[in-house]
């Protein structure tokens, strides 16, 4: 079965830190997400910053676990890579990359997925989630900026 590769891009007026810091932080997502959860799987009372091989779970506006993921790649306000390792698409590996946009400043952010198995009734419905997503993480930072205008 052939793979299928999703890119999705978009860009927001906000810097590239303030875009990675909204990548890694569990609260934010809610407001500018489809999820209700997000929730970084440490062990109880350690206050850290996440890292390579930290999880994290994901859960939906039901209350049920949408997936388990784990970071594969952190590059400070440039690239953030998470593999999926629980849910529906076990065979999910994604990239958001940050790139200072080359006229008036901001991000360009470009979110990619790479799934080992394609399944064509679902492939449009993952391309246009995926656009959706990097379409409202950039909103979300351009929100941010507003407010702080």
Partial sequence: MPSLTVTASSYSSASAAL?????LDAESWPPWSAYADVEWDVPAGIDRPARVDDSRTIRSRTGGVCCRERVVEMVPDQRFSYE????????????????RAPYGGGTDITWSATYRHTLPLLDTLRRRRLQVWVHDLASYGNSIVSRNS
């Fill in 84 to 99: 999926q390792t629980a849910g529906l698409f076990t065979s999910h590996r994604g990239y958001v990359d940050l790139v």
């Fill in 19 to 23: 875009v990675y810091a909204a990548l």
